[in-house]
């Protein structure tokens, strides 16, 4: 993906540990915003449910996991 030498590259661990602070900050906003739209479609349609709240956000994590997925990746090839 980069055009440098994979002997130049950081360790995947050392990438992991400078990429840390920008994973949890996109992670957390990304999981706020899941939690907070599962909330909004309970309160609004069916009245603060909190069974209604855990099934969308049942249905929401699959994606949330992947975009987290994404995350970590995206910020470990871009420290390395």
Partial sequence: ?????????RP????????LPAILL???YLWLAIAIAAWALSATLFGNSIA???????????????AT???VTMAIEAER
């Fill in 26 to 28: 996109l992670m957390g």
């Fill in 69 to 71: 997925v994404r995350i």
């Fill in 52 to 66: 209604v709240t855990a099934a969308v956000l049942a249905l929401l994590a699959p994606g949330g996991i992947f």
């Fill in 12 to 19: 995947m661990l050392l990438a992991f540990l400078h990429a």
């Fill in 1 to 9: 993906m980069n055009d440098v030498p994979e002997t130049l590259r």
